[in-house]
């Protein structure tokens, strides 16, 4: 399983956009990087996934270099209700096999975004 | 978006007694399901895989005869604490694999606090 790290706490103020790096030196081929947020008392929302390159929806964007050690997810223009704890995740997203377990996510140490006014 | 639920959203109950928590995927089928435990200012861990129609699989160190896990339908897993302890007091959040190719993406249900007394 590979592992991730991330920075544990990051502080921004509101407008600014924030990166957030994640290293994960041992990414297998089939792994896929998935990043989540989170707020007290809540259950992971999911903000996105991908492969390699780029990829952008309509809350963030996902850098991923070619080597795939390493990903960045990128917030533009945060504001207060963006602070949370994001979590980088990787690891085989699995098949529709029953019985497989495939598609289990561990979670990191995450990091807790600040923003401020 | 597809949507997670999980009921209750919090219990108290006496030591000794069991407990047990519904995870429901609402709008779409999931085969697999995945059972988490969050300890205050921790992360999320995995406890056990739920795939419908047969056994779980459990992580390391998670008793399986304490958290029985039964994923009956396409739609739900429950996860029984049973003789539940002070100890087991935590927030104890599912997420749902969508069956669909070819991300499988996960959804998290917004979790549910049981407080043992």
């Known amino acids: 399983l590979a592992k991730t790290t991330q920075p544990i706490s990051m502080d921004s103020y509101e407008g600014q956009e924030v990166n957030i790096t994640c290293s994960h030196n041992?990414?297998?081929?089939?792994?896929?990087i998935t990043w989540y947020q989170q707020f007290p008392s809540q259950g992971p929302r999911f903000i996105i996934q991908?492969?390699?390159t780029k990829v952008t929806n309509e809350v963030a964007s996902l850098f991923i270099p070619a080597d795939r050690k390493s990903s960045t997810l990128s917030l533009p223009r945060v504001s207060l209700s963006d602070t949370a704890v994001y979590y980088c995740?990787?690891?085989?997203?699995?098949?529709?096999?029953?019985?497989?377990?495939?598609?289990?996510?561990?979670f990191g140490r995450g990091t807790q975004l600040t923003v401020w006014p | 978006g597809a949507v997670v639920s999980q009921h209750p959203s919090w219990v108290i109950c006496k030591s000794g007694t069991s407990v047990k928590i519904e995870c429901r995927s609402l709008?779409?089928?999931?085969?697999?399901m995945f059972w988490y435990r969050q300890f205050p200012k921790q992360s999320l861990m995995l406890m056990a895989t739920?795939?419908?129609?047969?056994?779980?699989?459990?992580e390391q160190g998670v008793e399986k005869d304490k958290f029985l896990i039964n994923h009956a339908s396409l739609t739900l897993s429950t996860l029984t604490v049973t003789s539940a302890h002070p100890e087991d007091s935590s927030f104890y959040i599912c997420?749902?694999?969508?069956?669909?190719?070819?991300?499988?993406?996960?959804?998290f249900g917004p979790g549910t606090r049981l407080t043992v007394t």
């Open positions: 997420s749902a694999r969508d069956d669909k190719y070819p991300t499988y993406e996960q959804y």
């Open positions: 041992n990414i297998a081929t089939n792994d896929y």
């Open positions: 991908g492969y390699k």
């Open positions: 995740l990787v690891g085989d997203i699995g098949s529709a096999d029953r019985g497989s377990t495939l598609g289990r996510l561990y």
């Open positions: 709008d779409f089928q999931a085969t697999t």
């Open positions: 739920s795939n419908e129609g047969s056994k779980a699989t459990y």
